[in-house]
């Protein structure tokens, strides 16, 4: 029997930033498109390899937590970058939360 549900990516062009979790190298990035499973970014020709980092990308709607599963240069206009996303872990979130939410004077979020 075939499978009926699909989960497909559609186009979803921003600007973003893509940080290594354990380096906290900075990029800036633009996505191509994006599922709930992950999404395709372009980086410029002379990004680092990535392939299998943790990452968090922030656009200027949502954050996501992934791996780089795919890197492919495209000559010398860049490379595409494919992420699959990832459940934050209670750590990220802390330090997300610690950087994201600040606390009210008496009232912790």
Not at 12 to 30: G, L, P, R, S, W
Not at 60 to 72: G, N, P, S
């Amino acid at each position: 029997m075939e499978e009926r549900r699909r989960i497909g990516r559609v186009g979803y062009e921003a600007n973003a930033v893509m940080v290594v979790c354990d380096t906290q190298e900075k990029f800036f990035v633009h996505t191509q498109n994006v599922s709930p499973m992950g999404m395709a970014v372009h980086m410029d020709a002379d990004a680092p390899q990535l392939l299998e980092r943790d990452v968090i990308i922030v656009t200027d709607t949502f954050i996501m937590y992934a791996d780089v599963k795919r890197q492919e240069k495209q000559g010398d206009e860049g490379c595409i970058v494919g992420i699959s996303a990832r459940k934050f872990t209670e750590d990220v979130l802390a330090y997300l939360y610690d950087r994201i939410a600040p606390e009210k004077e008496g009232q912790a979020y």
